[in-house]
Every structure is written in C-alpha cells, then in structure tokens.
C-alpha cells in the first residue's frame, strides 16, 4: 500500500477546509457554527432583520422582508398619532417597528414564543419601547383588545375565520389592512359575475367596504410561500346592517351551493326543502301560527321566487341588494333558514 507524505496529508486536509468554508450552510442547524453574519444579515439600511431558528410553516410564519412593501402597508392604514394599531402576526417586526412610528401604541399578537422574544429583544432600549404591548398566544382563542385599526400579515390558514372575527368586534373600528393569500383576497373583492364571486364574497361585503390595495409576489417572504398575495383593506359599516347573520348566511350557503344554477334550481334540492319545512313548522309552534292544511314548502318558497322575479336568476348575478329583498320576503313568508 503507497505510503502518504506529510505534504500530501496537508494537501488534502487543505483542500478538505476550502469544501467546507464553500459549503452552504442550513439556518438553525443544530451545533453547527454559524458564519458572522454580515451587514445585510443583521439588519441593514432597510430596517430589516432575519431570525437565526427556522420559520414554523405549520403557523403560517412567512416574514415580509421588503421594507417598500411594509411601508405601504402602513401608508394605506392612514394611521394618526392617537391611534392604536392591533397586530396579528408580528414575526420579527420588520412591519413593526414601521407603525410604531406612526401610532400611539402597537398591540402586537404573536402565537410563537420564540418570535414575540425576538420581537421583545429588538424594541428593547429604544424609543418605541413604552409604546409596544406584546400578546402571547392564538389570537382566535382570546378575546380582542380595543383597537382603532388592524394591521397584519396574515397567517393563511385563519385568513377567513379572522376576517369574520374583525368584522364581528365591537366596538367597531375604523379600518384593517390585511395580507392574504391571492386567491383569497380576490374573492373577498369580487364582484357580481366575477368568477371567484361567492359566499365569502356577499358575507364580507354585507359588513364592510373591501378594496384591493396591492399585489405582493412570494419573494417578498422568507421563506417564500407557495402562492403569491395580495393586501386588502377592510372598513367596517358603521352602523352595521340590521341582519340576522346566522338567517343571512343560512340562506346564502343555499344559493350558493349551485351558484350557476337558477335560483328555483338551487331551492329544489330535497334536504333543503325538508330543512326550510322543519324550520317552517318549528317557527309556527313557537308563535302560535297554525300550519295551513295541505301546506307544501316546496310551493312557498316557489312563490317567493315567483313573487320577486327572482326564479330564473343565478346566485353569480346578484348583489347585495337582491339578497337582503329576497331575505326579506322570506321572513315575510315565515320561511327561516337557521
């Protein structure tokens, strides 16, 4: 067997050396060694910062990185200097700290721990301080404090159920500016016989002004979503409608279940006939209204249709407007969806 040189073995073990200092190194791999970060990696001239542990996807954790987008974010709030500004998703503070400059108070709801740290840690000692609240836990389990406006980069999976949450708080505030999933945020701004306009579309929009504020592309997160997103602006009417909400949605999930059908088409399925029966019958008991012999539900709420003109239509038509008189003439009827 040939016989190695102690010049060979330094050869090699110098060449083994440069592979390693060329080789990628995984953030947040455990007990390896990072690299000094440099000026861009700790927070440059743009106000930015990346935390060392890798990002729990399964929380929806996609860190906005690009302060031009933050900054919009926050220009499109028209945040005043006594406002205070509610928080979902903070990260690591890179939107932040921008409506800290602006606002009153940040109330800054964070469901990671290690992330609310690093937020913690990069407002300590600075002048925005006093000014920041950190709430430590899911936001759907507690109940939402006093805010003027809502300001978030939205985790995607509670893109819909933190909507409905924003609009249902009262006391009413004056606008919210979300981050969400593309395709989200354009159902919640579509608009009769868009493609994507439905259920969430018309419960949205009975409560609120919803406009498009901006694209954003994937690259503008680390790590980068699947999807690319959008930011929206939601204001809350003030005062709200005076609807029923579980009837109005009742009566919605119907129409839209086959939104191309007709109206007449949709509200001849059997389980909902037997549904609006039950609630018909129920509803009469409870008010001491005889059922009329003979009675059919499947000719009432027919005859609403008919009544309104509305038999031929299909759910992709129609407005806001439609559905509140078509909500309407079935109360008047005694037919209830809920």
Not at 233 to 259: Q, T
Request: with cysteine; aromatic share 8%.
């Amino acid at each position: 067997m040939p016989k190695i040189t102690t010049q060979q073995l330094r050869k090699r073990t110098q060449a083994s050396a440069a592979v390693a200092a060329n080789k990628p190194r995984t953030i947040g791999a455990p007990y390896e060694k990072q690299a000094p970060r440099t000026a861009a990696a700790s927070g440059g001239a743009d106000g930015s910062r990346h935390f060392g542990p890798m990002f729990n996807k399964d929380l929806g954790q996609h860190i906005l990185i690009n302060p031009l987008v933050s900054q919009g974010i926050v220009d499109k709030a028209h945040l005043k200097q006594t406002d205070t500004v509610l928080e979902v998703g903070p990260g690591t503070g890179n939107l932040t700290v921008k409506i800290l400059e602006k606002a009153k108070k940040v109330i800054a709801c964070e469901a990671d721990a290690r992330l609310a740290a690093e937020l913690t840690k990069r407002v300590q000692g600075g002048p925005f301080q006093h000014k920041l609240e950190i709430l430590h836990g899911d936001v759907m389990k507690r109940d939402l404090p006093y805010f003027d406006v809502c300001i978030s980069n939205t985790p995607y999976q509670i893109s819909s159920p933190l909507t409905f949450k924003l609009i249902f708080h009262r006391p009413i505030f004056r606008c919210a500016v979300l981050m969400f999933q593309r395709e989200f945020a354009l159902r919640l701004v579509a608009r009769p016989g868009d493609s994507l306009y439905g259920r969430l579309s018309v419960n949205c929009q009975l409560y609120s002004k919803v406009t498009h504020v901006m694209k954003v592309g994937k690259n503008n997160f680390k790590p980068p979503p699947n999807v690319e997103s959008s930011v929206v602006k939601i204001e809350p009417l003030n005062p709200p409608p005076p609807v029923d909400f579980e009837e109005w949605d009742g009566m919605v999930r119907i129409i839209f279940s086959r939104k191309h059908k007709t109206l007449a088409a949709s509200f001849k399925n059997t389980a909902t006939l037997q549904m609006l029966d039950d609630n018909y019958r129920t509803f009469c008991a409870s008010n001491d209204l005889m059922v009329e012999d003979g009675f059919q539900i499947k000719e009432r709420v027919l005859g609403v249709l008919e009544q309104l003109g509305y038999s031929d239509a299909r759910a992709s038509k129609l407005d806001i407007h439609d559905f509140l008189k078509l909500l309407s003439a079935f109360h008047d009827a005694n037919i209830h969806f809920c």
